[in-house]
């Protein structure tokens, strides 16, 4: 699942994940449960949260990508962000879901985190634009990309994730 942050792809990735019976991992969740547990990787991850900054590839590398190896099936979401990380990872299918930037930011300040005022969630979404742009481009490329509007109703934007999900089957 790729979408910016506020986009969904928590919702959608949990969503799917159980109508597919396999396991949901969310890269965020596990760099805030990293923080949380004030892990030699949490405490590299809170310095980029307090900055307002998005954690570096090698950092969120090391938090994933061990939690990757042994799996078969399941639903990612926010990993991987950039073409560095993608490195070495296939995917069936890439779901990106497009949602507005005013939708984006709404959503965000809704949530009511601490690290979510408007001036940090618009310097995140400038950075995943740049981030993540080239990883867009390489799954279009590889023919697993599926672009879904994820500015609907939840409902809408699951049932059009699964029909594609079933014409994939």
């Known amino acids: 699942m ?34 949380a547990a004030d892990t030699p990787v949490g405490r590299q991850v809170a310095k980029y949260m307090a900055a307002g900054q998005l ?4 950092v969120v590398m090391e938090a994933v990508t061990p939690l990757l190896e042994d799996r078969d099936g399941y639903v990612l979401d926010g990993y991987p962000r950039t073409l560095a990380q993608a490195e070495g990872l296939d995917f069936d299918v890439v779901f990106y879901l497009d949602v507005p930037e005013d939708s984006l930011t ?3 300040l ?19 634009e740049v981030d993540t742009e080239p990883l867009v481009e390489h799954y279009r490329e590889l023919g697993v990309l599926v672009r879904v509007d994820g500015d609907r109703p939840i409902d809408a934007v699951t049932t059009e994730l699964l029909e594609n999900l079933a014409i994939r089957d």
Do not use: C, F, M, W
């Open 2 to 35: 790729l979408a910016p942050p506020g986009g969904g792809k928590g919702t959608q990735g949990v969503r799917i994940a159980e109508e597919l019976g396999v396991e949901h991992i969310s890269s965020g969740e596990l760099l805030r449960a990293a923080v």
């Open 55 to 58: 954690a570096p590839d090698d």
């Open 106 to 108: 709404e959503r965000l």
């Open 110 to 128: 809704a949530r009511g985190r601490a690290d979510d005022t408007e001036d940090v969630i618009h310097a995140r979404l400038r950075q995943y």
